[in-house]
């Protein structure tokens, strides 16, 4: 099985901007959870979604959302984008909110 | 309320020697706890878990971990280094789920030849 994919690797944005990434979960995976990554703070969860829906949700501002599609694909946008908002953007998959999730490579953002 | 605190944001060891980083945790219900690699511009890959079952659990690579409840500690380690082991490595806790996972800082493992 292919593991999980996220377009595009790497993105260059402004302050002020807005961005969204993509993610495409292991075939048959239908819980999909986003983390950040900095140096500074570490890995931290933003949300998760599970047949659409989502269903937890991390302390970022509302400047965050996400989506799921049916078929289980997932979007995050981050709207007016900030210079602390440059980080490694992870994304999750499981079959199940109950199972071990599969991480991809991530979406290195630089925020300029 | 769930954390984890990882002892050493450095560790390095020699070829050949233990491995061992440290992982203590705090959870306010049974909690499930993991390990994951990380390489270089790779994403993080799952080395093992805890789920409430045996308290020593063993991994992929040769890595264990043990859970020691009065402790709350979850180490792991490995008998022998290898220089492909040379990774962060991060330890994180959920509350009896595998969503909403709180991650350590992580602790980049170096391997001396």
């Known amino acids: 099985k292919a593991g999980v994919t996220q377009t595009p690797r790497y993105l260059i944005k402004t302050r002020g901007q807005q961005v969204t990434l993509s993610c495409s979960p292991i075939?048959?995976?239908?819980?999909v959870s986003w983390y950040q990554q900095t140096p500074g703070q570490g890995l931290q969860f933003l949300f998760e979604?599970?047949?659409?829906?989502?269903?937890n949700k991390g302390n970022f501002p509302g400047r965050f959302s996400g989506r799921q599609f049916s078929n289980s694909r997932s979007e995050m946008n981050v709207s007016t984008l900030e210079l602390g908002d440059s980080a490694l953007y992870l994304c999750?998959?499981?079959?199940?909110?109950?199972?071990?999730?599969?991480f991809g490579p991530g979406t290195r953002l630089l925020v300029l | 309320a769930q954390s984890v605190t990882q002892l050493g944001s450095h560790v390095s060891v020699s070829e050949g020697a233990l491995v061992l980083l440290r992982c203590n945790y705090s959870?306010?219900?049974?909690?499930?706890l993991f390990w994951y690699v990380q390489y270089p511009n790779q994403g993080l890959q799952l080395l093992l878990k805890?789920?409430?079952?045996?308290?020593l659990v063993k991994g992929i690579n040769g890595f264990e971990a043990e859970f020691k409840k009065s402790e709350t500690s979850f180490h792991l380690t490995k008998p022998s280094a290898h220089m492909s082991d040379a990774a962060e490595y991060f330890c994180a806790v959920s509350s009896g789920g595998y969503q909403k996972v709180t991650f350590g800082i992580g602790t980049k493992l170096q391997v001396i030849p």
């Open positions: 075939s048959g995976h239908r819980s």
């Open positions: 999750a998959s499981s079959p199940t909110e109950e199972e071990t999730q599969y």
């Open positions: 979604y599970f047949s659409e829906t989502q269903r």
């Open positions: 959870s306010s219900v049974p909690p499930y």
């Open positions: 805890y789920t409430s079952a045996a308290t």
